[in-house]
């Protein structure tokens, strides 16, 4: 009996395969490659390279990413029977576009060549520009300007025209590059290329990760031919169709059955971004539940019915029917770091001591908790700021004021979409803080839960949409994501939080930018 699941996520610094069992329940493993080790002769960096005179401009290549797959499968093949994958799904980091001379490069495979050696001649442009390039906002102004402003695109599109988005990276292709443009028949993403390559047939994109193109509309799944015309001609047949992230895009290329054992009949079920994917391997993919990723920088997703537009966050669709919400605060671990050090503490000071016995009080102390520019909102800082402290006050009400003011400013995001969840699922390194969890808990009137094992998230939701082909999408995410609670609201205290939102609101006021 096929009872297994594979999920491969093709990540910025390295791509992981996970498998999974449903009849066991049991995720039976994970195995990642990494770029930068396992492939050094790319030359990249964490994965990715950047130019010297453009600092701003980075880049992956295409080839590596199939290089790293044959060596994940390699590897997969050793420790598990092939023959027992039903299915495979995937994901890959959103945003990056890869450029091909042809509809069909992955329509016959030379089994005594490699994948990427078979791929190679179909190569428009050697390299993939990646979500960390910034180098397009003299794009992303023409493109608002050609589409009837910004507002337009954000209500079109869930996004407002945004650096790292295809869209904008495209549209400076065709501007710097006509010949490559010209030459090029298909524009893939790393994911609808990972998942073509897979099934050797050109694949299509799935509405979650052509949410992250500022090209689609959003409430139609289709392509916005207004957004598809002012980002560059003849763009539309060079693009692939769009299809429900629960299509099949084919079975398995015979390539992969006799290098790597896997049976003819296992299904390739369209890929998606990493993010969508993220949310399904969190188990956060029901309506009215969100997860809180405590990262480098902090992260806030949220599935809705509905989507409501907001600007500083990302509106994509989710696997599991429905939208996603996605906004990124880059004062995260990083300004928890600094804090921490400012107030000469251990991280058990930081994360428990200081929120011992605490009992929330409505005394006007206030911190704006950032270190560097924030995104959400868009405001410049250099340094916290502290408002209705005096010298006496104690390290550990410093601490609870910064915890709190970096909840605050989640919440205050988290609100603006219509997204109080019931629930929040807490991920990522400070997860394990019962401070935040708590003060997470109180400020948002929501039960927090973490996630019992840490794995790739991504990579665990890819296995979990491989799955649900044969299985309810809901029912796996309670058998793979097991929860904890890690704490309950504490209801007698929300109207002083109520309040103290007010005061923070008003103190960031001043320092927002338009
Ligand atoms: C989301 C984004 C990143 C990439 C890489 O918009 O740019 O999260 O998906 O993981």
């Known amino acids: 009996m096929k ?5 491969i996520d093709a990540s910025t610094q390295s791509m992981t395969g996970t498998v999974i069992d449903c009849v066991s329940s049991t995720v039976l493993l994970s195995e990642s490659v990494n770029f930068e080790r396992d492939l050094p002769d790319y030359g990249t960096s964490a994965g990715v390279c950047s130019s010297a005179e453009n600092p701003l401009e980075v880049w992956s290549y295409p080839l590596m990413w199939l290089d790293a797959l044959e060596v994940l499968l390699g590897r997969i093949s050793k420790l598990v029977d092939m023959k027992k994958i039903s299915a495979i799904s995937g994901s890959g980091q959103q945003h990056a576009t890869v450029w091909l001379n042809s509809r069909k490069a992955f329509s016959s495979y030379d089994i005594s060549k490699s994948l990427s050696e078979n791929i190679r001649p179909f190569l428009s442009r050697e390299k993939s520009p990646v979500w960390m390039d910034a180098s397009t906002s003299v794009e992303c102004r023409e493109m608002a300007d050609r589409a009837g402003g910004e507002k337009n695109v954000l209500r079109k599109t869930g996004s407002i025209m945004t650096e790292r988005f295809s869209g904008a990276q495209i549209r400076k292709i065709f501007k710097f590059e006509p010949a490559v443009y010209s030459a090029t028949q298909r524009i893939h993403l790393n994911s609808s290329f990972m ?5 050797g047939a050109d694949s299509p994109i799935d509405y979650c990760d052509g949410a992250g193109m500022n090209l689609m509309d959003i409430a139609n799944f289709s392509w916005d031919l207004d ?11 060079k693009l692939p169709p769009l299809a429900c992230p629960s299509s099949v895009a084919g079975n398995i290329s015979q390539y992969f059955c006799e290098k790597y054992g896997f049976d003819r009949g296992a299904k390739v079920v369209v890929f998606t971004g990493d993010n969508p994917s993220s949310l399904v391997g969190l188990g956060a993919s029901g309506d009215g539940v969100s997860a809180v ?6 992260t806030f997703f949220c599935s809705t019915k509905n989507f409501s537009p907001v600007e500083n966050a990302h509106v994509f669709c989710n ?12 004062n995260g671990s990083l300004a928890r770091e600094k804090f921490r050090e400012l107030m000469g503490v251990d991280w058990k000071f930081f994360d428990e001591i200081s929120f011992e016995n605490y009992v929330p009080r409505d005394d006007g102390k206030i911190i704006l908790p950032f270190f560097v520019d924030e995104i959400s909102p868009k405001l410049s800082s250099d340094s916290p700021e502290f408002f209705g402290f005096s010298p006496e006050d104690s390290k550990q009400s410093r601490i609870r004021a910064f915890v709190e003011g970096q909840v605050f400013n989640i919440y205050l995001q988290a609100k603006k979409m219509g997204a109080i969840p019931k629930k929040i699922i807490l991920t990522g390194g400070a997860s394990k803080s019962s401070g935040i969890a708590q003060t997470l808990a109180d400020v948002f009137g929501s039960e927090i839960y973490r996630l019992e094992a840490c794995q790739n998230s991504a990579a665990l939701g890819a296995a979990i949409r491989a799955a649900s082909f044969e299985y309810e999408m809901d029912s796996l995410e309670s058998m793979f994501c097991p929860l904890t609670k890690a704490a309950i609201p504490r209801k007698e205290y929300s109207n002083i939080y109520t309040r103290k939102l007010g005061e923070f ?3 960031l006021l001043p320092k927002l930018k338009d």
Not at 195 to 199: E, G, H, Q, V
């Open 319 to 330: 696997p599991n029917g429905g939208y996603m919400g996605l906004v990124c605060f880059r």
């Open 227 to 237: 957004m598809v015309s002012a980002c560059a001609p003849n763009l539309c047949e």
């Open 3 to 7: 009872s297994l699941y594979l999920g």
């Open 195 to 199: 998942c073509s390559a897979l099934c």
């Open 293 to 298: 990723s405590l990262g480098t920088s902090d």
């Open 505 to 507: 609101e008003k103190s």
